[in-house]
């Protein structure tokens, strides 16, 4: 059977516009045929010719014909409508369904993000707080160092200076070691003053 004018199948508007057309050709022809049965009153009343008549009769019968066939027609239809209003049904909750899904897991990826979010934030804080630590220590570091190299130089100049201590003890020790050895000869080329020096200042013990 050919597909009527207006009607698709893919979609309940279409079936609709259908039954909408197959109801106006359905009163158009009881229309005619109003129209024909009054004709044939009329024609009752007053003389008809026997070819009007079957003409008018032949008229009829095919306007009952394609009337029936319209029926027929808008039932197919109506049923096909029906079909499609209960797929329309079945699909608008399962859209419902898939709805109430997605807003629960959408709910549920805004929570996860909320969370994620707060805990970048929290590492981002002690991030912040663990940099600015090391800047401190790294502050106090460098402190440190400086007072060490102040150290350093002082201990070098102290070094430098006990150094030039040392050399003149040396010296030091140098020229009384070798001043006492020229008196102990002195001493040793006159051992009559020796004695009597020694009487005079005994050793003490």
Not at 118 to 137: A, G, V
Not at 161 to 188: G, T
Request: hydrophobic share 35%; aromatic share 4%.
């Amino acid at each position: 059977m050919a597909t009527p004018l207006g009607w698709s199948q893919g979609g309940s508007g279409s079936v609709c516009l259908a039954f909408d057309q197959l109801r106006d050709v359905i009163e158009s022809q009881e229309e005619l045929i109003h129209q024909l049965r009054n004709v044939m009153v009329l024609q009752d009343e007053n003389f008809v010719s026997k070819e009007e008549f079957q003409e008018i009769e032949k008229k009829l019968v095919e306007e009952k014909t394609a009337h029936a066939k319209t029926k027929a027609l808008l039932a197919k239809e109506e049923e096909k409508l029906q079909f499609a209003l209960g797929e329309v049904e079945v699909l608008s909750k399962q859209l419902e369904k898939e709805k109430l899904a997605f807003e629960k897991a959408l709910s549920s990826v805004k929570h996860k993000v909320l969370q994620e979010s707060s805990k970048k934030d929290q590492l981002i804080t002690k991030c912040n707080e663990i940099e600015s630590h090391i800047i401190k220590q790294e502050d106090i570091l460098n402190g440190k160092e400086n007072e060490i190299k102040e150290l350093r130089q002082v201990i070098s100049q102290q070094k430098q200076i006990f150094r030039n201590h040392m050399s003149d003890f040396q010296i030091q020790k140098q020229q009384e070691s070798y001043m006492a050895q020229v008196l102990d000869q002195k001493h040793k080329k006159a051992p009559g003053t020796r004695r009597a020096r020694s009487r005079q200042c005994p050793r003490e013990k």
